[in-house]
């Protein structure tokens, strides 16, 4: 059974329902914190950056490595003391305990010497909706204040944005960028690797530019309702994907090397309650491959 049906299975509707909601709300102050700080330019390009990362799946540390690769930085992996269990579910009983008692699981490797960095690239898989608990041990260890931070991800269906927005909210100090992130189908398809990798060449230059999520969705047209072709588009991408019960309510296009498509969906994720949330799925130049679902966000 695929993963992510896994976790959505094990996952009960009111777990869901508090990790989502608990995500609401931080935004608006991780916005202003956000706005207050300098935005993260040169010292990207030029300063000694360390990739710190945990993964438990392989699927970060893939992404982790490219980031290594393109920036030519000293990379960590966290470990933990007591790995987690091998089998999914038990993953999800261990993490759900975890973080229901903010007991974060201790790490071989808590405390980094960071002095010597002005960047550091922190990597994580998402799980209940924000990043894994090993990070929380992390920044609990160390001192991220005046370090520029650039968060990178992998996840089932999302939570780049709300990651990088309690990243935002826990480290006031530290300069928090943009994030990246991937789903772990599409890092792991076929060519994913070469896929990631151009897509965080792209992000590195939205980064240097000074982007913000807001500017990235720029080059969208107004919202739509949907016709016949953008139904398909979307039962396409997102036929992994019902146990999020999306329905979607409108839709926007960007034409790249391709389409870009920002469906505005309600959500009743595991049943729990309606949501609204912006789909991002992307279709291929006609001979290309399947359109595919890039990312769900709140
Ligand atoms: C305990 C647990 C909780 C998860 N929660 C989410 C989630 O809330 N949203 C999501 O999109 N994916 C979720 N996932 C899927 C992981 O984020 C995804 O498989 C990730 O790519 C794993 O990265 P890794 O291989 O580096 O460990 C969860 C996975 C686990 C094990």
Known sequence: MPCKL????????????????????????????????????????????VVVFFSQT?????????????????????????????????????????????????????????????????????MFGSFTPPIYTFLDSNDLSGKVVVPFCTFGSGGRKASAAELKELEPQ?????????????????????????????FFADLASGKTDEMLMGGYSEQRPLVAEDSAVFAEATKDYAYLGLKPLSVSTQVVAGTNFLFVCEM???????????????????????????????
């Not at 540390?61 to 966290?78: P, Q, T, Y």
């Not at 699981?105 to 960071?114: G, R, S």
């Not at 960028?177 to 792209?202: D, W």
């Open 58 to 126: 392989g699927s970060t540390a893939k992404l982790a490595g490219i980031f290594k690769e393109a920036r030519n930085a000293d990379v960590i992996e966290l470990k933990l003391v007591e790995p987690y269990p091998s089998t999914y579910d038990s993953t999800i009983a261990k993490v759900g305990a975890q973080r229901q008692s903010k007991q974060w699981p201790a790490l071989v490797n808590a405390k980094i010497d960071l002095a010597q960095y002005d960047t550091v690239f922190l990597g994580y898989p998402i």
């Open 6 to 49: 896994k976790w959505v299975i094990a996952a009960s509707a009111v777990a869901a329902a508090t990790m989502f909601t608990a995500c609401d709300g931080q935004g608006d102050q991780s916005k202003k914190r956000a706005e207050a700080l300098p935005e993260a330019q040169e010292p990207i390009a030029s300063a000694k950056s």
């Open 268 to 298: 009743k994720a595991f049943g729990g309650p309606a949501v609204q949330a912006n789909v991002k799925i992307f279709r291929p130049l006609p001979g290309r491959g399947n359109p595919e679902l890039i990312s769900v966000e709140k």
């Open 174 to 202: 530290a300069n928090v960028t943009l994030a990246y992130g991937i789903t772990n189908k599409r890092i792991n398809a076929e060519g994913g690797i070469e896929k990631a990798k151009a897509e965080v060449e792209s």
